[in-house]
Nanobody
Framework: QLELVESGGGLVEPGGSLRLSCGAS????????IGWFRQAPGKARGGVAYIKSDDGSTYYGNSVKGRFTISKNNAKNTVYLQMNSLKPEDTAVYYC??????????????????WGQGTQVTVSS
C-alpha cells in the first residue's frame, strides 16, 4: 500500500521549534522527490519546502526561508521538516506529498500524486 504518514505536529509557543516527519511506505523516497505543504483555515494549500532525491537540492517558500529546513534519511525512508523560530502565522495543517518530476523550483500542489493525511501545527502563547 502506497502511503505517506506525517507526524510531529503539536502546540508550540512563538519562537519555538518542531520537527515534522514524513514516513513513506510502499515505495522508496530515493525514487521520487518530496515536498511539504501547509494549509491554514480559509486559505489555499501552499508550498513550504521541497527536496530532490538525485542531488539533495532544496527549495523553500519565501515565508520560511532561513527558519525551516527539509532533509531526508533514505535508510529510514523518511523526510523531515525542521521548523525553528516559529510564528503564529505558521499555524496550519502540514502535509507531505510525492512528485516524480525533477522540478528545479517549488512545485505547485497539483503536480504531486500522493499525499499524507496531514499533521496540525499550532503556534500560540
Amino acid at each position: 500500500q502506497l502511503e505517506l504518514v506525517e507526524s510531529g505536529g503539536g502546540l508550540v509557543e512563538p519562537g519555538g521549534s518542531l520537527r515534522l516527519s514524513c514516513g513513506a511506505s510502499g515505495f522508496t523516497i530515493q525514487s521520487c522527490n518530496i515536498g511539504w505543504f501547509r494549509q491554514a483555515p480559509g486559505k489555499a494549500r501552499g508550498g513550504v519546502a521541497y527536496i530532490k532525491s538525485d542531488d539533495g537540492s532544496t527549495y523553500y517558500g519565501n515565508s520560511v526561508k532561513g527558519r525551516f529546513t527539509i532533509s531526508k534519511n533514505n535508510a529510514k525512508n523518511t523526510v523531515y521538516l525542521q521548523m525553528n523560530s516559529l510564528k503564529p502565522e505558521d499555524t496550519a495543517v502540514y502535509y507531505c506529498a510525492r512528485i516524480y518530476y525533477d522540478a528545479t523550483y517549488l512545485p505547485n500542489p497539483n503536480e504531486y500524486d500522493l499525499w499524507g493525511q496531514g499533521t496540525q501545527v499550532t503556534v500560540s502563547s
